[in-house]
Structures are given as C-alpha cells and as structure tokens.
C-alpha cells in the first residue's frame, strides 16, 4: 500500500523559507513521480512542482519558477519542496502526490496514472 506523508509546513513572513518534506512508502521499484499541489477553498487544486524519481527530471509552474526547488533523496524515499521567497499567495495547503510519471503542459503540472494522495500541510505566509 502507498503512503505518502507530508511534514514541515507552518506560518512564515513574506519572504522567508519553509522546507516541506514528503515520505513515500509502498513502492515496489523506483519508477514513479511524486508532485506538491496545493488547494485553497474556492479555487482549483494546483499541481506546484513534480520531480520523476526514475529520471530526476523536475516541472515547476511559472509562479514558483526560481523560489522552489524540488528534490528527492532515494535513500530517505523523500521529496522536498524548499520554499523561498515566500509570498502571501503561497498561503495553501500543500498535498504530497505519486503517480506513474510527470508531465507539463501549457504551464501545468500534472501526474499520470494512479495518482495517490497525502494528506496536506498548511502552509500560510502573512504579509
């Protein structure tokens, strides 16, 4: 069974740092992507950032392009999400994901296949 657990959310000023950390389990072989979306009541569920942890490739949606970088460490079966320069429209909460594979397409970043889901961490940035 997967299981994806998200950690390391909280409150934070404009322009600071949050790390948010995602901990995988249940996969059988090192062939799946993991994605952060983020969702806000009254707005659509947003895919942020992906990373495929066969190949290492990384999508990032053009707000975020330049302040958040993904990563993966394989002996943790970990993904971050580093947050800097954080601003107010950051303010989400923040889902841990995994499906067969990433893509981007006309500035969106999305999973295919399955797609499993963590529960979220708030992340709110005040002004």
């Known amino acids: 069974e997967v299981q994806l657990v998200e950690s390391g959310g909280g409150l934070v000023q404009a322009g600071g740092s949050l790390r948010l950390s995602c901990s995988a389990s249940?996969?059988?072989?090192?062939?799946?992507?993991i994605a952060w979306f983020r969702h806000v009541p009254g707005k659509e569920r947003e895919g942020v950032s992906s990373i495929s942890i066969a190949d290492g490739s990384t999508h990032y949606i053009d707000s975020v392009k330049g302040r958040f970088t993904i990563s993966s460490d394989s002996a943790k079966n970990t993904v971050y999400l580093q947050m800097n320069r954080l601003k107010p429209e950051d303010t989400s909460v923040y889902y841990c994901?995994?499906?067969?594979?990433?893509?981007?397409?006309?500035?969106?970043?999305?999973?295919?296949?399955?797609?499993?889901w963590g529960r979220g961490t708030q992340v709110t940035v005040s002004s």
């Open positions: 994901a995994a499906g067969a594979d990433t893509a981007e397409a006309m500035g969106v970043v999305y999973l295919l296949g399955n797609v499993y």
């Open positions: 249940g996969f059988t072989s090192g062939d799946y992507a």
